[in-house]
T-cell receptor, first 112, second 113 residues
Framework: ETGVTQSPTHLIKTRGQQVTLRCSSQ?????VSWYQQALGQGPQFIFQ???????GRGNFPPRFSGLQFPNYSSELNVNALELDDSALYLC???????????FGPGTRLLVL | QQQVKQSPQSLIVQKGGIPIINCAYE??????FPWYQQFPGKGPALLIA?????SEKKEGRFTISFNKSAKQFSLHIMDSQPGDSATYFC????????????FGPGTRLSVLP
């Protein structure tokens, strides 16, 4: 059983640019959640995808968007990057038979 | 009401000590409470979780105590080791399928040799 993987591990962008982060869910999991973790803080929920549909969203603007694919992998897209978007972006996968979410290693995004 | 409070912000103990991290919540709809451990540069890893129908759960050196009436829960680490030095997060969710986790702000634990 493979764990949750994310790519890339690190990324540097400039203000106004767009970024796409990728996540492969754990085998057997059909739900992917994305979180933003600023330095020294707990993860904040961005949104969740279940079977290719958005299934809940946190307090993030529409320039944060996502996709889930038929194999349950997922993308997080952020448009018009701002300096405050610098953070660790975490992907977590789960199945509809358990509450637990399993996190990937994250993508560290730096916006200059 | 969606907030989860966590204390202390940081904690230093000697090897073998029993650090205790406390969390409190307001939303009585929460019914699933996991604890995660995070090392620098890594994603959070699930340590142990509890539902409010039990007051205590133990897995290895980690114990969760749960006080439903006070809406508080805590993590105890028995016989702490330097390798336990990490940031610990409590979280809460409604436990049903699809509910997102609300995380506390974290506690940075240092276990001295």
């Amino acid at each position: 059983e493979t764990g949750v993987t994310q790519s890339p591990t690190h990324l540097i962008k400039t203000r106004g640019q767009q970024v796409t982060l990728r996540c492969s869910s754990q085998s057997g999991h059909n739900t992917v959640s994305w979180y933003q973790q600023a330095l020294g803080q707990g993860p904040q929920f961005i949104f969740q995808y279940y079977r290719e549909e958005e299934n809940g969203r946190g307090n993030f603007p529409p320039r944060f968007s996502g996709l889930q694919f038929p194999n349950y992998s997922s993308e997080l897209n952020v448009n018009a990057l701002e300096l405050d978007d610098s953070a660790l972006y975490l992907c977590a996968s789960s199945s509809d038979s358990q509450e637990t979410q399993y996190f990937g290693p994250g993508t560290r995004l730096l916006v200059l | 009401q969606q907030q989860v409070k966590q204390s202390p912000q940081s904690l230093i103990v000697q090897k073998g000590g029993i650090p205790i991290i406390n969390c409190a919540y307001e939303n009585t709809a929460f019914d699933y409470f996991p604890w995660y451990q995070q090392f620098p540069g890594k994603g959070p890893a699930l340590l142990i979780a509890i539902r409010p129908d039990v007051s205590e759960k133990k897995e290895g050196r980690f114990t969760i105590s749960f006080n439903k009436s006070a809406k508080q829960f805590s993590l105890h680490i028995m016989d702490s080791q330097p390798g336990d030095s990490a940031t610990y997060f409590c979280a809460a969710s409604r436990g049903n399928y699809g509910q997102n986790f609300v995380f506390g702000p974290g506690t940075r634990l240092s276990v001295l040799p």
